[in-house]
């Protein structure tokens, strides 16, 4: 059974930064993109970044410049730095990834998310 845990969510203050980490486990053969969304109150579930296996990454408009995603293979972890939070960022951060797991198919797998909350 493959899993996903995030972790690093919060309050901070406008300006502010925070990391977070999406880490998977479990029986994966392989991975083939992982990427970030965000739901806030009332607004539909937004993509927020994306990487490829290759290490191709791609930005909403909305975050280009403040936010940074990364992966560390050997952990199967995935990271999202957060600089420069606005109050808009508030919302629940979940992440995603396509998994080739002990089917030996590629499954979508989502974690539960994490909220992130800053305060003008």
């Known amino acids: 059974q493959v899993q996903l845990v995030e972790s690093g969510g919060g309050s901070v203050q406008a300006g502010g930064s925070l990391r977070l980490s999406c880490a998977a486990s479990g029986t994966i053969l392989s991975i083939n993109g992982m990427e970030w969304y965000r739901q806030a109150p009332g607004k539909q579930r937004e993509l927020v970044a994306t990487i490829t296996s290759g290490g191709s990454t791609n930005y909403a408009d909305s975050v280009k410049g403040r936010f940074t995603i990364s992966t560390d293979n050997a952990k199967k972890t995935m990271y999202l730095q957060m600089n420069s939070l606005k109050p808009e960022d508030t919302a629940v951060y979940s992440c995603?990834?396509?998994?080739?797991?002990?089917?030996?198919?590629?499954?979508?797998?989502w974690g539960q998310g994490t909220q992130v909350t800053v305060s003008s």
């Open positions: 995603y990834a396509q998994i080739r797991d002990y089917t030996r198919t590629y499954r979508d797998y």
